[in-house]
């Protein structure tokens, strides 16, 4: 793969802002103003009590919604004043999701899900394209399962599918949101350790939305999000896995 | 397009038993829909068939005698009291050039001057009134198709022979070789051989219809080398009022298409047609409603699958394909089993019913209920399409 620069940024915030109901007396901002920058190698764990703004910030990174003032940046490009068409295919070729409950799409196999956002950029997978979802599988360690619809999978292998899928387009930035949420422990385990792997051998910055603090323990960086503000940003030593 | 070809095909996959049945249903409206347009074609067709195998399509005659009146001078009031003049028996000028002229053109196929007129048709005692018809029979076979219709004897006209209807010769008790008077008053009768009894199925035709030869019935009648019509046939029977006015412009003579004189039956058959029409587009309206509630249910059920693929870089526009293309396998399912099911239909009501008549199944109406019923899948589609690529990825995630 192409060589990436380490230290490159991936995501900047600037001043972000979020509210609803603009304009209307029960408008009530949710984010307010926020700065961050998140690197190539950064392994960001976001945490934060329920109604913090977590999962609203996670949607602005996403692309999934606009915030109200502010400006993000990602791969150095502002994004706000995007169309929404622009904003998709910057969506699918840039960041990769994880969500809490896998969201693999039932009638297509693993092995589809996987190839499932190069297909819906660019059509008809060629070979490359079957090998490099095969091989993500392998890496997941689901090479047997690659035929199989997600109801005939597991838990913790329908997220691992939900991660090797979110890697196939070699993204900039993998967002999770709470990807752990509902596995028991050896399958939290297993899947972190693939989103550390990622992080390193394909120099893809993850932004990881939890609040399991033995997760975010494992992060080499935690931002604590309250009230709609960083309270705290630390970069730490993580423990051994 | 191959993407969102495929995951409209996979999700209609998984879908089945809703699949399966939304299809079922449009098949059974496309099916109604064939079955019944064919065999209200095929009864219309029948019945102009029937109708048109007693007439011309278009008959020409010298045109109406009107009173002259004198213009008035200006600034002088006119007040008439008129008397309607007696349109009495008369020859169309010049008939054998108008004939002649007629046989030239190419919408017209076939073309037989007549001269017909009143008489009474004399058994010993008994009298009937008849419509006496002289013909050369050679053409007019070629317009009204008599010798098809014989039941005894022979179709045979001229030298003293007259071919009469089945009714007429009840009625006067006649046989094939009897002796016929035909009394066309004042005085000019004539006897003749009856050589052939037809029987058209039309009452009228068969109680007073007496074809004679041509001269001997101008004689009879008094008009010596005249002839009072012309009957015509034309290739495409539809086009017979249009064909009609371009005769009326070019001959200056009276001009009449089956159509005007048929217009009651002409009414009748376009008032079948609308409602046909009416059953149709109630029937297809509610096969695209079928379609739409479908549709609409399936994005519901499918509202957290359409927001992660939304997430993972699906455009509106790929959204709103997905279940467009949806929507047209549907129509094109449905209308295929649909056509062939209308068509077992034709074909059942052609082998095991009634067999009064014969619907013929166009092919032509296939594909275009087909194309139809594909159409309107992909229009009932619009809405939850619109629905779909609507939906805020956001939300549709955390949809449960």
Redesign the interface.
């Known amino acids: 793969m192409p060589e990436r620069d380490a230290n490159q940024e991936v995501l900047r915030l600037e001043g972000l802002r979020k509210s609803y109901n603009a304009g209307q007396p029960t408008e009530a901002e949710v984010l307010h103003g926020l700065d961050f920058q998140l690197g190539r190698q950064d392994f960001a764990a976001l945490v934060g009590t329920s109604g913090s703004g977590k999962s609203t910030l996670l949607?602005l990174i996403?692309l999934?919604?606009r915030p109200s003032a502010g400006e993000l940046y990602l791969l150095s490009e502002p994004t706000t004043a995007m169309d929404?068409?622009r904003r998709?295919?910057l969506?699918?070729?840039t960041i990769g999701?994880v969500?809490q409950f896998h969201?693999?799409?039932?009638?297509?196999t693993a092995l589809e899900n996987v190839l499932?956002?190069w297909?819906?950029?660019h059509?008809?997978p060629g070979r490359a394209e079957l090998e490099l979802g095969r091989s993500l599988l392998a890496e997941v360690g689901l090479q047997q399962f690659m035929q199989r619809k997600p109801d005939e999978l597991s838990g913790g292998q329908q997220q691992r599918v939900a991660v090797a899928?979110a890697l196939i387009?070699r993204p900039a930035l993998l967002l999770a949101d709470e990807p752990t949420g509902n596995l028991d422990s050896k399958s939290t385990a297993e899947v972190f350790a693939l989103f550390r792997r990622f992080n390193v051998e394909f120099g893809c910055a993850v932004l990881l939305v939890t609040h399991d603090s033995r997760l975010s323990e494992k992060c080499d960086r935690v931002v604590s999000l309250e009230d709609g503000r960083i309270v705290s940003d630390v970069f730490q030593k993580a423990s051994i896995l | 397009m191959w993407i969102e070809w495929t995951i409209a095909v996979r999700f209609l996959r998984e879908g089945r038993t809703q699949s399966a049945l939304i299809v079922i249903g449009i098949a059974v409206g496309v099916a109604v829909i064939v079955f019944l347009t064919a065999l209200i074609m095929g009864l219309q067709s029948n019945i102009i068939q029937r109708t048109l195998g007693t007439q011309a399509h278009i008959k020409i005659s010298a045109p109406d005698e009107v009173n002259l009146r004198l213009p008035s001078p200006e600034e002088t009031v006119q007040l008439v009291l008129e008397t309607k003049r007696a349109q009495r028996l008369r020859s169309i000028n010049n008939w054998q050039q108008v004939r002649d002229l007629l046989d030239t053109l190419p919408e017209v196929t076939a073309v037989s001057p007549v001269i017909s007129g009143p008489a009474f048709a004399r058994r010993g005692e008994a009298l009937a009134s008849v419509a006496l018809i002289g013909i050369d029979s050679e053409r007019y076979r070629r317009i009204i198709p008599i010798q098809d219709n014989i039941v005894y004897g022979q179709f045979r006209v001229g030298a003293d022979d007259a071919v009469i209807g089945n009714r007429l010769a009840t009625d006067l008790g006649l046989r094939v070789g009897d002796k016929l008077r035909l009394d066309a008053g004042q005085g000019r009768d004539g006897v003749v051989n009856v050589a052939g009894i037809f029987e058209l199925g039309v009452r009228d035709l068969d109680a007073r219809q007496v074809y004679i030869d041509l001269k001997q019935a101008q004689s009879l009648l008094d008009l010596p080398g005249a002839a009072t019509l012309i009957d015509i046939t034309v290739g495409d029977i539809f086009r017979a009022e249009q064909v009609a006015d371009r005769l009326g412009r070019l001959t200056g003579l009276k001009v009449e298409s089956w159509m005007e004189t048929n217009a009651q039956l002409m009414n009748a058959l376009r008032s079948q047609s609308l409602s046909t029409q009416m059953i149709s587009g109630f029937v297809a309206l509610s096969v695209a409603l079928g379609i739409a509630s479908v549709l609409s249910v399936s994005v519901v059920q499918r509202t957290r699958e359409i927001g992660i693929l939304r997430a993972m870089g699906t455009s509106r526009r790929q959204m709103l394909i997905v279940f467009l293309i949806q929507g047209a396998l549907f129509g094109l399912a449905g209308s295929l089993i649909g056509g062939i099911s209308g068509c077992a239909l034709v074909w059942a009501f052609n082998t095991f019913g009634p067999r009064l008549f014969f619907i013929p199944v166009d092919l032509l109406l296939l594909l275009f209920a087909s194309a139809l019923a594909t159409l309107t899948g992909v229009i009932s589609a619009a809405i939850p399409a619109r629905s779909a690529a609507g939906l805020d990825p956001v939300e549709a995630i955390r949809h449960a």
Do not use: Y
């Open positions: 949607n996403g999934l919604d929404e068409q998709t295919a969506r699918g070729s999701f969500f969201h693999l799409i039932q009638a297509f499932m956002p297909m819906l950029a059509g008809k899928r387009m």
